[in-house]
Each structure stands twice: as structure tokens, then as C-alpha cells.
Antibody, heavy 115, light 108 residues
Framework: EVQLVESGGGLVKPGGSLRLSCAAS????????MNWVRQAPGKGLEWVGR????????DYAASVKGRFTISRDDSKNTLYLQMNSLRIEDTAVYYC????????WGQGTLVTVSS | SYELTQPPSVSVSPGQTARITCSGD??????AYWYQQKPGQAPVMVIY???ERPSGIPERFSGSRSGTTVTLTISGVQAEDEAVYYC???????????FGGGTMLTVL
């Protein structure tokens, strides 16, 4: 059974940093391309970025490029999202997902950016 | 920038057919995907590659496309289908994943 479990969310002040983790199991993680997707309170879904397998090439949405970094540790079956220079508008539930047909989503972790 | 447009809301009575559209200029060149999200839950994919249905998704869910518009059809709508539905598709470079704004399906 595929499982994705996000962690690391919490309350952070504007300008601060946070690192999210996504523990994966039930599928060959090292071969999987992975996404981060977020959802602000009461709003729709927004793609944050992705990381490919092998060399780990990354792509980001314009709204987070230069501030967020996606990485992976295949030895730990874990995906990461390093978030720097956080803004109030980054407040959202952050989901990790597989890039597959069909895909799988975690339950999400809430990040609140507030002073 | 690339955008996907969905109607904000659709309402149908139980047993009727609901159709939710999603349009985008680059849609003809890319597959579309559909997600169902119920309150407090993570999204669940109900259609992939335009018209494929994941295992466990009822047969009443189907997908189709015509030009720049893709459509999610739910035949014989049930109360449990009430949810927000999102379409998703990559841009032409297959780099940036876009989501539509979401459509709230209300079962009257």
C-alpha cells in the first residue's frame, strides 16, 4: 500500500524558514518523480514544484522559485521541501504527491506564516 | 501565463448527470486529469489521461475532450459525489503543472 506522510509544518514568522518532509513507502521511491502541491485556507490547489528521479532535476512555480528548494534522500525514502523567506501568502496545507497515473497524495501538513 | 478555467459551481439532483468543464489554450496538446476533494480530505484522482479511470473509482465517472475543453461527466449522481472537482494539466513544455480554480458540485 502506497503511503505518503508529510511532517514539519507549523507556525513561522514572515521571513523565516521551515523544512517539510514526506516519508514514502509502498512503492519504489528512488524511481518516482514527486510533486509538492499546496492549498491556502479556503482556496484551490497550487502546484509548488517537482523533482525527478535519478539526478533529481527540479522545477518550481514562479511564486516560490528562488525561495523554496525540493530535494530527496532515496536512502531514506524521503522527500523534502526547504522553504526560506516565507511570506504570509505561503500559508497553506502542503501535500506531497507521486507523479504517476494514477497518483497518490499524503494527508498534508499545515504551514502558517504569521507575525 | 497558462490558465485553466472551470465554472465555480454546478448543481444537479440525485440521479441526474453532472458535467464539469475545463478549458485552456494548451489543452489540445496535453492530457487532462481530474481530482475530487471533499472537506478536510486530500484530493483524489478520479480521471487520468483524459478518460482513464483509476481502480476503485465508480464507473459513473468519465472524462472526454473536445478541442480546448475537457469535460468530467458524472452519470447518475449520488449524494456522496458532492465535492469540489479540480482539473489539472501541464503546460506545453510539460514542466509546470496547472490546476483549474475548482468547481463545487452540489447535489440538491
Amino acid at each position: 500500500e502506497v503511503q505518503l506522510v508529510e511532517s514539519g509544518g507549523g507556525l513561522v514568522k514572515p521571513g523565516g524558514s521551515l523544512r517539510l518532509s514526506c516519508a514514502a513507502s509502498g512503492f519504489p521511491f528512488r524511481n518516482a518523480w514527486m510533486n509538492w502541491v499546496r492549498q491556502a485556507p479556503g482556496k484551490g490547489l497550487e502546484w509548488v514544484g517537482r523533482i525527478k528521479s535519478d539526478v533529481g532535476t527540479t522545477d518550481y512555480a514562479a511564486s516560490v522559485k528562488g525561495r523554496f528548494t525540493i530535494s530527496r534522500d532515496d536512502s531514506k525514502n524521503t522527500l523534502y521541501l526547504q522553504m526560506n523567506s516565507l511570506r504570509i501568502e505561503d500559508t497553506a496545507v502542503y501535500y506531497c504527491t507521486t507523479i504517476s497515473d494514477p497518483d497518490y497524495w499524503g494527508q498534508g501538513t499545515l504551514v502558517t506564516v504569521s507575525s | 501565463s497558462y490558465e485553466l478555467t472551470q465554472p465555480p459551481s454546478v448543481s444537479v439532483s440525485p440521479g441526474q448527470t453532472a458535467r464539469i468543464t475545463c478549458s485552456g489554450d494548451e489543452m489540445p496538446r496535453q492530457y487532462a486529469y481530474w481530482y475530487q476533494q471533499k472537506p478536510g480530505q486530500a484530493p483524489v484522482m478520479v480521471i487520468y489521461k483524459d478518460s482513464e479511470r483509476p481502480s476503485g473509482i465508480p464507473e459513473r465517472f468519465s472524462g472526454s475532450r473536445s478541442g480546448t475543453t475537457v469535460t468530467l461527466t458524472i452519470s447518475g449522481v449520488q449524494a456522496e459525489d458532492e465535492a469540489v472537482y479540480y482539473c489539472q494539466s501541464p503546460d506545453t513544455s510539460d514542466t509546470y503543472q496547472m490546476f483549474g480554480g475548482g468547481t463545487m458540485l452540489t447535489v440538491l
